[in-house]
């Protein structure tokens, strides 16, 4: 029997995260699944090296749910996440985010960010892309 990918419990929306992360497979690609606010929580998978952006106006929130993360950061020592650590870029820091293998990560950020900041690149995903 298939499970629901979204569960309905004392009038609340559940999220279940691994049925999410099963439903694409592209990398770099962040989707939406849940929105709070004014803010979209996002789940991506990544591996190899992203592009060099910032964001001028926000934040952004790297929590890693599976394998190892580096953040690059301009002139400062890159961090270093392992699953189940979260690190927030402060905004207007340009940054690159590497993975050797494949990561999960849950990203939170207001809608309508782009992944790749003021950057353009092959990379830059749609602001919308919900599952």
Do not use: C
Request: proline content about 5%.
């Amino acid at each position: 029997m298939k499970k629901e990918i979204l569960v309905m419990q004392n009038d609340f929306l559940v999220v279940n995260l691994e049925e999410k992360y099963a439903l694409f497979q592209e990398q770099w690609r962040p989707k939406i699944i849940a929105q709070m606010n004014d803010y979209h929580f996002k789940l991506v998978k990544v591996q190899g090296d992203f592009v060099w952006h910032r964001h001028a106006d926000t934040d952004e929130v790297f929590i890693v749910q599976e394998g190892r993360l580096r953040i690059d950061l301009r002139e400062r020592p890159p961090v270093w996440l392992n699953a189940g650590e979260m690190y927030v870029v402060p905004k207007g820091v340009e940054h690159k985010p590497y993975a050797e293998h494949e990561v999960k990560l849950l990203l939170v950020e207001p809608q309508g960010v782009l992944n790749t900041g003021e950057a353009s690149s092959e990379r830059t995903a749609p602001v919308d892309d919900w599952i």
